[in-house]
Structures are given as C-alpha cells and as structure tokens.
C-alpha cells in the first residue's frame, strides 16, 4: 500500500497554482458528476495506535479523488471548495455512507474497529443532520459505537450555539466526537471546556516540528496536560518516526496516528496490514530488546 499511495502522488493537480475561476468551476462541476460516477472517489483508512499498549483503537476515513484527466487531486485542495458550495452536503452523505457500510463488514468479519468520518461546518450546523446519520447506522445495522466524527474549533466556531446542539444530539446517540487539528486556528478557552467531545487530536505541524522546535514542543506537551485535564483522550497526528513515538510516550499522550504507523490505505489492504501489524506487536511484547 505505501508503493501504491506513492505512485498514485506521481500525477497530482495543484489546485492553488490555478487562479482562473472557470477551472474552479469546472472542477466542482467533476466533482459533482464524481459523487455520482461511483469510480472516482473512494476512502482510504489510516489506523490509530494506543501509545502504552499497541493496540489498533480506530481508523480514520480520509477521502481519494482520482481524476479522469488530473490524476489525483488531494482533500485539501477540493474539500475546501466543495465547502465554499452545497456539495459538501452529497459528499459528507457519499463519504459517511460508504465509511459506515466499511466499518459494518469489518465489524462483521470480527473486526469492530471505530470509523472516524472528517465533519464539514455545514453538517455541524444542520439541524437534521444527527436525524440523517442515526438513520443510516439503523439501515445499515452499525452500533453507533463504531462511528465517531472529526471536527475542527473553527467549525464551531462559525455558529457555536448551532453547533453544540448538533454536537450535543450526536454525542447523547453515542457517536464519540474529536477536536481536529487541535492548535491550529481559533481556539476558545469557554467553548473548549463546553464541548461534548471525547478526544483531542494535536494537529500535525506541532507534532512534526516538537523534535526541533522548543516552542513546538512545549505547545504538544500544553495541549497533552489540557486535554487530560479536560478528561479527554489525547491523540498526535502526524507521527512520522520512532523518537516521535518515544518522545510523545515520555509526555504520556494516548494514542499515534501517523506514517511511521501506517499511511492511509485503501479498505482492501486493512486487513493484510492489520494481520501484519498485530504479528509485529506480538512479537515486540515478547521479546525483551523489542523496538518500541
Ligand atoms: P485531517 O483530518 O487532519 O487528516 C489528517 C491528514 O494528515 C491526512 O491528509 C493524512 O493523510 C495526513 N497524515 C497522516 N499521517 C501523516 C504523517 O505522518 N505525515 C504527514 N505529512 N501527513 C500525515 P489528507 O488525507 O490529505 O487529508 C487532508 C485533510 O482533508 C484532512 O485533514 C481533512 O481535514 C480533510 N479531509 C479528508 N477527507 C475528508 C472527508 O472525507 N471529509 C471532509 N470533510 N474532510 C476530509
Ligand atoms: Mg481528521
Ligand atoms: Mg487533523
Ligand atoms: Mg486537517
């Protein structure tokens, strides 16, 4: 799977070297016929790690656009734009559904690993939408256990009270929801404590630069004692290699989400990778000069 997202990078559209509107245009409107078409958009799922234990706690559901004629063209450079419009709506709806129905055949095959989906503002500020999700775990028959959402400080920010009422009917349905990107953007002392949220992922460019960087580091191990203080499970996105791991063990940060894990990978791979990896842990918890 690292070959395949690797070479699938070969080709890839940059979205802000064009500053023409109509190619703008033009691409919302591929990626309209994309929701539709089936062939083009497809979820990859990238695990997280329990820092103490090893243990597989989650996946997280991050989208792939694979352009007939672009080539890949990355969430960051889409998402945005398909925010900026409604068609964040149909394509929230095509990601949760397919991330819902991905996270019933694991869990039916013995594997019930938690499916985190990434949240828009505009879901997180529809009313109808926990209404529209609780009903699609019904249909397809997920315990809500297994499904959890991403939401960044800045959504809720956009209208906090909307927000927390949204978050607060997803959250009292059982979903567990986190704070993305935690450090980047605005954050809010008074709303942070009001959120009804269960984890608290440190955003990656903190977790990357806490080796080199004094102030990187202090602001890792300030948002480690935050969210613990808070109650909160904290996550390092972002983990790229083993004096990541060992440093961010050393503050006592729960779980690792990161390439020195796994890259984000397509359904297909999950299951050779996660018979890998529980082999390599194995072995690592019963040998005594294991790498951590
Ligand atoms: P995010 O939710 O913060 O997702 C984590 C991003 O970090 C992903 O980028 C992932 O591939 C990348 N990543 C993970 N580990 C490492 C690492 O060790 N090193 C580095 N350099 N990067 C790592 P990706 O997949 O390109 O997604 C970018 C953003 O696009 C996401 O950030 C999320 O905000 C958004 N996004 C992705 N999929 C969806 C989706 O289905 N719906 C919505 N609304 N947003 C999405
Ligand atoms: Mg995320
Ligand atoms: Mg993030
Ligand atoms: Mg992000």
Request: glycine residues 6%; contains cysteine.
């Amino acid at each position: 799977h690292l070959a395949r997202e690797q070479a699938s990078t070969v080709q890839q559209y940059d979205a802000s070297n064009d500053t023409n509107a109509a190619n703008r245009l033009e691409l919302l409107g591929d990626l309209r016929r994309a929701i539709g078409a089936d062939d083009q958009l497809s979820l990859h799922y990238q695990p997280k790690i329990d820092l103490a234990g090893g243990r597989v706690t989650g996946v997280e559901a991050l989208i792939r656009w694979q352009h007939p004629r672009l080539g890949r063209v990355a969430p960051d450079q889409f998402i945005p734009m398909a925010e900026s419009t409604s068609l964040i709506r149909p394509l929230t709806s095509h990601v949760l559904d397919i991330a819902v129905r991905q996270a019933k055949d694991w869990s039916d095959r013995g594997m019930p690993i938690p499916v985190a989906v990434n949240l828009s503002t505009r879901c997180l500020l529809d009313p109808h939408f926990p209404a529209q999700v609780f009903d699609l775990l019904h249909r397809v028959g997920l315990p809500v256990a297994l499904l959890k959402f991403e939401i960044t400080e800045s959504m809720v920010m956009t209208d906090p009270e909307k927000a927390l009422a949204v978050l607060r009917e997803l959250r009292s349905g059982g979903i567990s929801l986190s704070i993305d990107d935690f450090g980047t953007g605005h954050s809010s002392m008074t709303y942070l404590q009001r959120l009804p949220v269960d984890e608290l992922k440190i955003d990656k460019s903190f977790v990357q630069a806490m080796g080199d960087s004094h102030g990187d580091a202090v602001l890792v191990r300030t948002a480690i004692t935050l969210g613990h203080n808070l109650g909160l499970s904290v996550v390092a996105e972002g983990v790229e290699d083993l004096a990541a791991v060992a440093a961010l063990r050393e503050l006592g940060c729960d779980v690792a989400q990161g390439y020195h894990f796994a890259r984000p990978m397509p359904a297909e791979d999950f299951d050779q990778w996660l018979s890998d990896y529980s082999g390599r842990s194995y072995s690592a918890r019963h040998s005594a000069n294991a790498v951590p």
